[in-house]
């Protein structure tokens, strides 16, 4: 219930008239003063008339006056600027700063209608609390609020790809082929094609991409995947020229076993996607530089049709033949790599090099792909919420992510806008 209290002070939701403190003197807020995370007092610069006289200083929120005892700030000179102790419930006439002084309180009451809307939100056992009442939010709050949302998504992304960079010591080839590479798993197999990457230098791939056998092997002979016995002359094959190559470079390949098959589509498979994977790479030499030339999805497109060698076209497995398919990228693979990596890619690149004009592309990009279907935005779709694009999708995912599933309702423009009325 603190947060609610915090709510109810930093957006002044409470009865504005004949404000006391719990000793009778009079009380005007002037400000509230600005919301504070971190370690100290929840609100710090506020501006607050007592008894006629104006006072500046810090706020502490509690919900029982005891709990200024309880928490130990009597004994914190971080609190000796707290000029008002704001609380729910008066359990304790008096309370005193680390100096001495006594400390102002006052007992602010949430209004019924906020703590009837705070307690249909938080309390909901459903995905989206809300999802009842979005169309009472006007679309233009809904806009800006999703156009919020899809900085913070994009925030997020370029903060995994800024690990990244470090970790390869700031080589953006290095980092573009990470970061693809992990998305290559499409989910279940993520972690595994990111450690993948991690354990094979696209230095290392980019010396043999005149042989699709060499580049193959690397790729299979590193996941583990050639570590059988099969009567399958190209499985031999790869099995001949990874047992080369990883000595040359003195690899030590992964557990087979962290690639997952288990309810996943044969075209989802991990030995297609690395045969993929391995015919993108191959393709060019200056992966990272083609990414940042890309102007449209219809070139993205274009950069990820190569085709993987003949063998996959007849198997999904290797000793277990197939019916012939081509096994190239599908159009929404490479929407959710385009979404996944080479928007994060450009964002993260053009707030290192302070391009914006690389930002703006990679936002442009997102509004120019067809919209993500998925659970999450049916929940939104079936709620009200106009979804355009991919754009949208990618905000309404960090929605749901950081918002709902965290009940954080109160930090929701959306709950914002419900907490607040008062019908």
Same mark, same amino acid.
């Given at each position: 219930?603190?947060?609610?209290?915090?709510?109810?002070?930093?957006?002044?939701?409470?009865?504005?008239?004949?404000?006391?403190?719990?000793?009778?003197?009079? #009380?005007?807020?002037?400000?509230?003063?600005?919301?504070?995370?971190?370690?100290?007092?929840?609100?710090?610069?506020?501006?607050?008339?007592?008894?006629?006289?104006?006072? +500046?200083?810090?706020?502490?929120? %509690?919900?029982?006056?005891?709990?200024?005892?309880?928490?130990?700030?009597?004994?914190? $000179?971080?609190?000796?600027?707290?000029?008002?102790?704001?609380?729910?419930?008066?359990?304790?006439?008096? *309370?005193?700063?680390?100096?001495?002084?006594?400390?102002?309180?006052?007992?602010?009451?949430?209004?019924?209608?906020?703590?009837?809307?705070?307690?249909?939100?938080?309390?909901?056992?459903?995905? *989206?609390?809300?999802?009842?009442?979005?169309?009472?939010?006007?679309?233009?709050?809904?806009?800006?609020?999703?156009?919020?949302?899809?900085?913070?998504?994009?925030?997020?992304?370029?903060?995994?790809?800024?690990?990244?960079?470090?970790?390869?010591?700031?080589?953006?080839?290095?980092?573009?082929?990470? @970061?693809?590479?992990?998305?290559?798993?499409?989910?279940?197999?993520?972690?595994?094609?990111?450690?993948?990457?991690?354990?094979?230098?696209?230095?290392? #791939?980019?010396?043999?991409?005149?042989?699709?056998?060499?580049?193959?092997?690397?790729?299979?002979?590193?996941?583990?995947?050639?570590?059988?016995?099969? =009567?399958?002359?190209?499985?031999?094959?790869?099995?001949?020229?990874?047992?080369?190559?990883?000595?040359?470079?003195?690899?030590?390949?992964?557990?087979?076993?962290?690639?997952?098959?288990?309810? #996943?589509?044969?075209?989802?498979?991990? %030995?297609?996607?690395?045969?993929?994977?391995?015919?993108?790479?191959?393709?060019?030499?200056?992966?990272?530089?083609?990414?940042?030339? @890309? =102007?449209?999805?219809?070139?993205?497109?274009?950069?990820?049709?190569?085709?993987?060698?003949?063998?996959? @076209?007849?198997?999904?497995?290797?000793?277990?033949?197939?019916?012939? $398919?081509?096994?190239?990228?599908?159009?929404?693979?490479?929407?959710?790599?385009?979404?996944? @990596? #080479?928007?994060?890619?450009?964002?993260?690149?053009?707030?290192?090099?302070?391009?914006?004009?690389?930002?703006?592309?990679?936002?442009?990009?997102?509004?120019?792909?067809?919209?993500?279907?998925?659970?999450?935005?049916?929940?939104?779709?079936?709620?009200?919420?106009?979804?355009?694009?991919? +754009?949208?999708?990618?905000?309404?995912?960090?929605?749901?992510?950081?918002?709902?599933?965290? $009940? $954080?309702?109160?930090?929701?423009?959306?709950?914002?806008?419900?907490?607040?009325?008062?019908?």
């Amino acid at each position: 219930m603190e947060t609610l209290l915090h709510y109810v002070w930093k957006y002044k939701l409470y009865e504005h008239s004949l404000l006391e403190s719990t000793d009778q003197q009079t #009380i005007e807020i002037i400000d509230p003063g600005l919301h504070n995370v971190h370690s100290g007092p929840d609100f710090f610069n506020a501006k607050v008339k007592i008894d006629g006289y104006l006072w +500046a200083g810090n706020i502490e929120i %509690h919900c029982r006056s005891s709990d200024w005892n309880l928490h130990r700030h009597q004994d914190d $000179k971080a609190y000796n600027s707290v000029i008002l102790h704001v609380i729910e419930t008066n359990d304790q006439a008096v *309370v005193y700063d680390q100096s001495g002084r006594k400390i102002p309180q006052f007992v602010l009451k949430v209004p019924a209608p906020i703590r009837k809307n705070y307690e249909y939100l938080v309390s909901r056992e459903t995905p *989206v609390p809300c999802a009842g009442r979005i169309r009472e939010i006007p679309e233009i709050y809904l806009s800006d609020w999703k156009n919020a949302l899809l900085l913070e998504r994009l925030e997020r992304k370029t903060q995994n790809i800024w690990k990244s960079l470090e970790y390869v010591s700031n080589d953006w080839n290095e980092v573009f082929y990470i @970061t693809l590479s992990r998305n290559f798993g499409f989910g279940i197999n993520n972690d595994a094609f990111e450690r993948l990457s991690k354990s094979l230098p696209v230095k290392c #791939i980019l010396r043999h991409k005149d042989s699709f056998l060499q580049t193959e092997a690397l790729f299979f002979g590193q996941a583990g995947l050639l570590e059988e016995s099969l =009567e399958d002359d190209y499985y031999l094959s790869l099995q001949k020229e990874y047992g080369f190559l990883k000595q040359k470079y003195n690899l030590k390949p992964l557990e087979s076993h962290i690639f997952k098959n288990l309810r #996943i589509r044969p075209n989802n498979f991990p %030995h297609i996607k690395l045969a993929q994977l391995a015919a993108f790479i191959r393709s060019g030499e200056t992966i990272f530089s083609q990414i940042l030339e @890309t =102007e449209s999805i219809e070139e993205i497109r274009k950069l990820f049709l190569p085709e993987v060698s003949g063998y996959w @076209t007849t198997h999904y497995h290797f000793g277990k033949r197939s019916s012939p $398919k081509k096994k190239m990228l599908g159009l929404a693979a490479i929407h959710l790599i385009a979404i996944n @990596t #080479i928007v994060p890619i450009l964002v993260a690149y053009g707030k290192v090099k302070g391009e914006e004009s690389l930002i703006s592309k990679g936002i442009r990009l997102l509004e120019s792909i067809p919209k993500e279907e998925n659970h999450i935005t049916t929940i939104f779709r079936n709620s009200g919420i106009i979804i355009r694009s991919a +754009a949208d999708s990618q905000a309404l995912i960090q929605l749901k992510n950081e918002y709902c599933d965290k $009940k $954080k309702c109160i930090f929701c423009r959306i709950g914002h806008q419900l907490l607040s009325k008062y019908e």
